[in-house]
């Protein structure tokens, strides 16, 4: 016959063993859930981890285009200097091989050919007068010459010269009636081909053609 405080002990162990077991499922279920929960943050911090590394390289690209297209604005502001440069070095010296042109006789047919080129602005005029500016070097040799070609065209009815000391030659001639002034000199043709005499310029220094 079992007693009381056998049964008491049996239930006691049982009630044990219920618990021990209780107990390892639940630190069982805990560790699992720990385990996920880290799992879960690691890859958090992995991903946020990422994010920045990706953020970063983008960001350094960033700066890599920036820094590169800055450079090159710079590049090509320098390379721009250096042709006008190059550009104004020529055009002293070729402007000291124009006053030879201008001194020569070849420039009076130079001049005729600026007033025919002056025809077609008073072609469809009405009788008209003129103002010619030049140099007083082209006033003393040419204004007798300049006259007499001028009278050719009947609708020219008075001529009228004033010395100009900033250009290197040509003529600058304004149809007073018409407010109108036609720049044929020297400077404004030089001005007029810049671009063009640039590009021969730099063509000639690549093929190393040219010399001061």
């Known amino acids: 016959?079992?007693?009381?405080?056998?049964?008491?002990?049996?239930?006691?162990?049982l009630l044990n063993q219920s618990m021990d077991k209780k107990f390892n499922e639940d630190f069982k279920e805990i560790e699992k859930q720990n385990e996920l929960r880290i799992q879960k943050n690691k890859e958090e911090v992995d991903r946020e981890a990422k994010e920045i590394e990706e953020k970063a390289k983008k960001k350094a690209e960033t700066k890599r285009i920036e820094s590169l297209s800055k450079s090159k604005v710079i590049i090509k502001r320098e390379i721009i200097v250096l042709k006008e440069n190059y550009y104004n070095i020529f055009m002293e010296n070729f402007k000291n091989k124009l006053q030879e042109f201008?001194?020569?006789?070849?420039?009076?047919?130079?001049?005729?050919?600026?007033?025919?080129?002056f025809q077609k602005y008073i072609k469809s005029s009405e009788d008209c007068n003129l103002i010619i500016y030049l140099t007083k070097k082209d006033n003393d040799n040419y204004s007798s010459f300049l006259k007499e070609e001028f009278k050719k065209y009947p609708k020219i009815e008075n001529i009228s010269f004033i010395i100009r000391e900033d250009i290197l030659g040509g003529l600058i001639i304004e149809i007073v009636d018409k407010n109108v002034k036609v720049d044929l000199s020297i400077d404004?043709?030089?001005?007029?081909?810049?671009s063009y005499?640039?590009?021969?310029?730099?063509?000639?220094?690549?093929a190393g053609d040219y010399n001061d």
């Open 1 to 13: 016959m079992v007693t009381i405080e056998q049964k008491l002990l049996l239930f006691s162990k």
């Open 102 to 117: 201008i001194k020569s006789k070849i420039y009076k047919t130079f001049l005729e050919k600026e007033i025919l080129e």
């Open 188 to 194: 404004a043709i030089l001005e007029e081909n810049k």
């Open 197 to 206: 005499i640039m590009q021969t310029i730099f063509e000639a220094l690549e």
